[in-house]
């Protein structure tokens, strides 16, 4: 739910780059693994339909037991010998290994659930995972999960059947972690990184990724060095805590005498952010550390790489927010924390009026950190600002949230990411971290502090929303489809190697 | 919509009340007229269940032709001799007439429509018209609009029927309007009345009443001299109208490089209240009339009489707004103006959250006015007080509303209404205007300026709630029942004679 290619959306073609692998490509993989990508297309497309058809949706607690269950097997099947259940309070994680006697152990971190669909949005069914024709794309499979991360994953996973079919062995060990819970922000997942023979396997590991799909419709590859921390939370007026209005919604004429805590929360969540609307949570901006001058290099070239005027038709916006350049809110993104009103419910919410004083309102928000702002930290000097107005009778419901992460550009994990880009063709854009967030911080922290990040070509949009889609076949001759992204697993496991 | 009863909520019982009609009552109304009521029981309560049965939801333009088709047949039977359909640019009105030869005229307000209802939330389905039985009370029928306002319309054409039915002649002539629009803010009813013959028509009469079910559970009966005004609106914060922010949702990352117009309207509602949540607009209060000393010995005598306690317990509150004393808060709710927040309504509103950044938030309102505030003097404030501190870009849609209205206790109407109340044992209590909201303005303002207000005895509750009831035989010796109405409207007729 946290994480997004934000930087993606948007960002404008910056070159021209080659669909097949140029030279030298070969140097570290065997052709004969490609031949099998090849070889195995209908199998990797058959494998990623299976997947989107088995909806696990945690949210809805869906299908979780099913969609545990089907990754556990397709985990199996690809080569994964020990692949195991892993309990926490919520819905369960895997853990799986595959030792291939190899000097070097990489990570793995996959996510098992996917977002919500309202089939009456979609214009082929969310769950159907059909492949169809998308105008100047190509053939796509659309559905729940495409992109969002069935495909990126079901993508790797035939990157290792491709090597195993080649009579390989992996030129690396495997550690995987998934879980159930990524679109409801994590919250068990440091239970599973944290068991002890997770963590052992996980000190093995010299990072950690997650496949994605990498190309934006621009074809650009953008690689962030880190993502925002997050917490997720509701903050809800009630006459329950607040001892003041109505226990139930009540006629709305009562107001002239009754207190309403939909104006209590109104005013609460006008103080937490400044005239302009940026945040004014007393002491949030503390820990914020500045930005270095590198990531400042990384920024600047960012900005000229990035064509604003496509960024800003992408997201339907005008002007950035305090009216800032380009550069600014690309650096805005990447080093600003936020105060984010997600969603406002209270009283009557269907068309027209009616005439009630509503007993509760809730606001559903989200904060985003930087380093080095913690999420349990941001908490605490949420409540003590609320506190200090008067509004310390607001409940805080923390559904879900975590730290930041960093990830240096000199790990080997990032240097192989670049150098694989480069030899597909594209010259990655790097920033010093996404807008958007997920739960690295569970490596990158105490006690691991591995690298950590997300890798993978290929191209798919829609996360979260209607007609999601994972490219299969390409007919833009810069976009790369299944088996390109299938073959840059390939390429990254053997760079690592 | 508007128009609730809402100082009868809790209000206690105030001294035993006689079922029967006192010593004396019968010296306006003809015994046999009585003996008709009596015999034409099962007539009258199947007139109510066949209009219940028959959905009118002007929100949801559901049956709408067929509920105005039904009420002037209804209307017809009860003996008017002219029933016409006036239109207007919403839902027709009905206008009708009953020259009975009689020296004085009377008017009557009828509505068709009703409230939305949600079979799921009823335990009689809203359209059966049950016959139920409820615990202390006696038999009621149960279903959308039994009580509002249905139930007492129907005993007043049944009232017509028995005096009929006792080969009488009406002892005074009826002009009647209709809307069917009551329950979304009355937005064309001033239509209906101003039309050149339905104004000669109402020009004669000496006054207007709606009829009403006036008996509380506590069986006391409360006459508002006069009803707050009311404007009902929503107020939009959007890219569209704001220049900033996203034109559609997007991920809610972007907080840091894009506006928000959830924050921008939340900004702009902290500004219309005062930190105790009361009206902050600019000259709000400039046009408000005091109290007078007549009204202030109203209010007492209602402090007195009306239970604080039960009042509290039936709203779900512990204090009152500003901890104001019960005779305060009795003031208040008659003669403070008010802004309520009815729904707030933005992003994502179902269970736990989702990463978004809203590109509209809305707030649905409404204002109570008291004289000699009105409702196009207090919009322009609203919005002015908006476009002076930057928030002119927030649409400001009016869906309803109207000027206070007041009728004098000297009023012949209002005579007449106390003194059938005290032959049938009750002593009404006044208080200078209902906390809630009807049109009376079209009658009492220019250029009629006609003593308009409520009248019936008879009990129900819960409109607008769900399992809203109207009482047909009372199993509770102070509480009235259908027939016990019926002949409440024949002895005002009589008195008005």
């Known amino acids: 739910m946290m994480r997004r290619r934000v930087f993606l959306q948007g960002a404008a073609a910056a070159g021209a780059v080659a669909l097949l692998p140029r030279r030298g490509m070969a140097a570290v993989t065997p052709k004969e693994i490609y031949t099998q990508v090849e070889k195995r297309h209908a199998e990797a497309l058959a494998r990623l339909q299976a997947w989107v058809r088995q909806p696990s949706i945690a949210a809805e607690n869906r299908g979780m037991t099913e969609g545990r269950d089907l990754t556990m097997r397709l985990l199996r099947e690809a080569g994964f010998t020990k692949v195991e259940s892993v309990a926490t309070s919520g819905h369960p994680g895997i853990f799986a290994t595959l030792d291939a006697g190899a000097p070097r152990t990489i990570g793995l971190y996959f996510m098992y659930d996917v977002k919500q669909a309202d089939p009456k949005e979609w214009s082929s069914p969310p769950w159907d995972a059909a492949v169809v024709d998308m105008p100047r794309l190509g053939k796509a499979v659309m559905g729940r999960g495409a992109v969002n991360q069935k495909g990126p994953q079901s993508a790797f996973l035939s990157a290792m059947h491709a090597i195993r079919g080649a009579g390989k062995k992996l030129p690396v060990n495997l550690v995987l972690v998934a879980e159930g819970e990524e679109e409801i922000g994590s919250p068990h997942f440091a239970q599973i990184v944290s068991r002890p023979n997770v963590q052992a396997a996980l000190k093995r590991c010299e990072g950690i990724f997650m496949p994605s799909a990498g190309q934006g419709l621009d074809r650009t590859v953008t690689i962030a060095l880190g993502a925002k921390g997050v917490i997720e939370l509701e903050l809800v007026a009630s006459a329950d805590t607040w001892g003041r209005g109505p226990k139930k919604d009540v006629h709305s004429s009562n107001r002239a005498r009754v207190d309403s805590p939909a104006w209590h929360l109104v005013q609460a969540l006008s103080t937490l952010v400044t005239p302009a609307g940026d945040p004014g949570i007393d002491g949030l901006f503390d820990k914020v ?45 990447a080093a600003r924390p936020t105060v984010n009103i997600e969603g406002l419910v209270s009283g009557y919410t269907g068309p027209g009026g009616m005439t009630i004083l509503p007993h509760r309102a809730a606001a559903k928000l989200d904060l985003r950190l930087v380093p080095d702002m913690t999420a349990s930290d941001t908490l605490a000097k949420l409540k003590a600002h609320l506190a200090k107005r008067g509004f310390g009778d607001l409940a805080v419901n923390m559904t879900g949230g975590y730290d930041p992460n960093t990830t240096s550009p000199d790990a080997r994990l990032t240097v192989a990411e670049i150098k694989v880009y480069e030899r597909a063709g594209i010259k990655p854009i790097l920033v010093p971290r996404s807008g958007g967030s997920w739960p690295g911080y569970v490596f990158t922290g105490e006690p691991l502090k591995l690298p950590a990040g997300h890798f993978g070509l290929g191209h798919g949009q829609r996360a979260h929303a209607p007609d999601e889609y994972y490219l299969i076949e390409s007919s833009d001759g810069k976009l790369f489809g299944l088996d390109a992204a299938v073959r840059s697993f390939v390429d990254y496991l053997y760079e690592l190697a």
Chains 1, 2 share one sequence.
């Open 289 to 333: 550390r500045p930005i270095s001058e590198r990531e400042r290099g990384y920024l600047d070239d960012a900005a000229r790489r990035i064509d604003e005027k496509v960024a800003k038709q992408s997201l339907g916006v005008e002007r950035w927010a305090r009216d800032a350049s380009w550069r600014q809110a690309l650096e805005d993104l």
